[in-house]
């Protein structure tokens, strides 16, 4: 090793493992010795220690340095393995990903070792012929790393690859639903029978993205199909909930709107998470139905949209005055961790009538004095005479309350979120209140 030999390759086919593991740091460590890494390159096909970290990680990368269309073969065929461990087999895959623009940093001991930008089609064409094996891999990993390089490759998945994904229970949703989509971009014509088999999956979500591609894919079926999911006890609200979208949309039709005109004629049935999205689908197609008020947005939200709301929002802006847990957010308004705990009614009054009921210590005041003094901040509390006011560096003041000459109102620092926020808004944002039940 000190002297830089090649002959060192030779041990690479020592029977013992510790043996062959040295070899291979002899060969690609520090400056590694050139002449000997189309050898350690193509023990990776070849080895029988298939699963020692530090030798296959040396192996995939020596093949990364040679970035010839062989190597890329041989690292996209360890890929495939399923003898081997996954976090190996991402290895190779992340090495398959930056083989056209390896950068300037070794992938396995961090070397400054540059190395130039290659064609980008070895790596395309190795991935290829590997696609389908990988796609319905048992792994949800090497199934969504797989569809990621498929993407950055710009590879246009096979039609049969991405009907077995498609079909696949096993594979993660977010994999199925991208096959969905593909093949709908593909008009194959398996995908009806794909969509099919996607309404009898267990995910909400592969059945809802089904039902929106059927709707421009074929929507007279599509409405079938909306019919089916509105009167089912299987569906969920999210479901029901994009069904009466489509409605209003993509299957806006004569059809569609003797569906509205049905669920409107018996509309105190409706259930109360649905009322929102039925007069605003009626309201688009410009049928008469009772005006969507905010009790409607007491149920039906979605949390994880409500909290993206409650952080994001530019004109809402939630998180600038409040904390929904310790350390994070601002004490201007009340810490909503606990909010969970209180009622939903409780979150709409709040969010569209703050000043009806102000958390006591959240409320704004000004004081006159007899002295002509002003005071003014947040009421804190008033007992036995004194009142208490906190200003904005968080000091407390104290006044006797026969020294006051004049008050104001107490009023609530937040502004009425109705005129801010839509009903649809309201509604998630109340769903992702209700998950917040920490003990206080």
Same mark, same amino acid.
């Given at each position: 090793?000190?002297?830089?030999?090649?002959?060192?390759?030779?041990?690479?086919?020592?029977?013992?493992?510790?043996?062959?593991?040295?070899?291979?740091?002899?060969?690609?460590?520090?400056?590694?010795?050139?002449?000997?890494?189309?050898?350690?390159?193509?023990?990776?096909?070849? *080895?029988?220690?298939?699963?020692?970290?530090?030798?296959?990680?040396?192996?995939?990368? %020596?093949?990364?340095?040679?970035?010839?269309? =062989? %190597?890329?073969?041989? /690292?996209?065929? #360890?890929?495939?393995?399923?003898?081997?461990?996954?976090?190996?087999?991402?290895?190779?895959?992340?090495?398959?990903?930056?083989?056209?623009?390896?950068?300037?940093?070794?992938?396995?001991?961090?070397?400054?070792?540059?190395?130039?930008?290659?064609?980008?089609?070895?790596?395309?064409?190795?991935?290829?012929?590997?696609?389908?094996?990988?796609?319905?891999?048992?792994?949800?990993?090497?199934? $969504?790393?797989?569809?990621?390089?498929?993407?950055?490759?710009?590879?246009?998945?096979?039609?049969?690859? +991405?009907?077995?994904?498609?079909? @696949?229970?096993?594979? &993660?949703?977010?994999?199925?639903?991208?096959?969905?989509?593909?093949?709908?971009?593909?008009?194959?014509?398996?995908?009806?029978?794909?969509?099919? !088999?996607?309404? =009898?999956?267990?995910?909400?979500?592969?059945?809802?993205?089904?039902?929106?591609?059927?709707?421009?894919?074929?929507?007279?079926?599509?409405?079938?199909?909306?019919?089916?999911?509105? $009167?089912?006890?299987?569906?969920? *609200?999210?479901?029901?909930?994009?069904?009466?979208?489509?409605?209003?949309?993509?299957?806006?039709?004569?059809?569609?709107? $003797?569906?509205?005109?049905?669920?409107? @004629?018996?509309? =105190?049935?409706?259930?109360?998470?649905?009322?929102?999205? +039925?007069?605003?689908?009626?309201? /688009?197609?410009?049928?008469?139905?009772?005006?969507?008020?905010?009790?409607?947005?007491?149920?039906?939200?979605?949390?994880?949209?409500?909290?993206?709301?409650?952080?994001?929002?530019?004109?809402?802006?939630?998180?600038?005055?409040?904390? /929904?847990?310790?350390?994070?957010?601002?004490?201007?308004?009340?810490?909503?961790?606990?909010?969970?705990?209180?009622?939903?009614?409780?979150?709409?009054?709040?969010?569209?009538?703050?000043?009806?009921?102000?958390?006591e210590g959240y409320g704004s005041i000004s004081?006159?004095l007899e002295n002509g003094q002003s005071i003014a901040g947040l009421?804190?509390?008033?007992?036995?005479?004194?009142?208490?006011?906190?200003?904005?560096?968080?000091?407390?003041?104290?006044?006797?309350?026969? @020294? /006051?000459?004049?008050? *104001?109102?107490?009023? !609530?620092?937040?502004?009425?979120?109705?005129?801010?926020?839509?009903?649809?808004?309201?509604?998630?944002? &109340?769903? #992702?209140?209700?998950?917040?039940?920490?003990?206080?």
């Amino acid at each position: 090793r000190r002297r830089a030999d090649p002959k060192v390759r030779h041990f690479l086919y020592s029977p013992f493992k510790n043996v062959v593991a040295e070899a291979a740091r002899a060969i690609h460590d520090d400056w590694s010795i050139p002449n000997a890494i189309p050898a350690l390159a193509r023990s990776l096909a070849t *080895t029988k220690w298939i699963k020692d970290e530090g030798f296959i990680k040396r192996a995939i990368n %020596a093949n990364f340095h040679l970035g010839t269309p =062989e %190597a890329a073969t041989r /690292v996209a065929d #360890y890929t495939i393995r399923a003898d081997v461990p996954e976090e190996l087999r991402l290895n190779a895959l992340d090495a398959l990903r930056q083989w056209s623009k390896p950068g300037k940093l070794d992938r396995v001991v961090g070397r400054y070792r540059p190395l130039s930008d290659r064609d980008p089609a070895i790596a395309t064409n190795a991935v290829y012929k590997k696609l389908t094996n990988l796609l319905i891999d048992p792994s949800q990993k090497i199934q $969504s790393e797989a569809m990621a390089l498929a993407r950055l490759l710009k590879i246009e998945i096979p039609g049969e690859a +991405l009907v077995a994904v498609a079909k @696949n229970e096993s594979s &993660i949703p977010a994999l199925r639903i991208e096959a969905l989509r593909a093949l709908a971009t593909q008009k194959n014509e398996k995908l009806l029978a794909c969509i099919t !088999s996607a309404f =009898e999956s267990k995910e909400h979500s592969i059945r809802i993205e089904a039902l929106k591609i059927l709707a421009k894919f074929n929507p007279v079926l599509a409405l079938d199909r909306v019919e089916v999911v509105l $009167s089912s006890n299987k569906a969920n *609200t999210l479901e029901k909930q994009t069904a009466l979208a489509l409605l209003g949309g993509d299957l806006a039709s004569a059809k569609g709107d $003797s569906i509205l005109n049905l669920l409107l @004629n018996s509309f =105190e049935e409706c259930p109360p998470s649905l009322k929102l999205d +039925l007069t605003e689908a009626a309201a /688009v197609r410009q049928i008469n139905a009772p005006d969507p008020n905010f009790t409607h947005t007491l149920e039906g939200g979605d949390a994880d949209r409500g909290r993206n709301l409650f952080m994001n929002h530019i004109a809402a802006q939630c998180i600038r005055c409040h904390k /929904v847990k310790d350390g994070k957010g601002s004490d201007i308004g009340p810490n909503l961790k606990s909010a969970g705990l209180q009622g939903r009614g409780h979150h709409l009054e709040a969010i569209v009538d703050p000043q009806k009921t102000i958390t006591e210590g959240y409320g704004s005041i000004s004081l006159t004095l007899e002295n002509g003094q002003s005071i003014a901040g947040l009421f804190k509390s008033e007992m036995k005479g004194v009142i208490e006011i906190k200003d904005a560096e968080g000091v407390i003041t104290k006044v006797v309350s026969e @020294n /006051v000459k004049e008050r *104001t109102p107490v009023i !609530s620092t937040m502004p009425p979120m109705g005129a801010i926020l839509t009903k649809r808004e309201i509604r998630d944002i &109340i769903e #992702y209140l209700s998950t917040l039940k920490s003990k206080k």
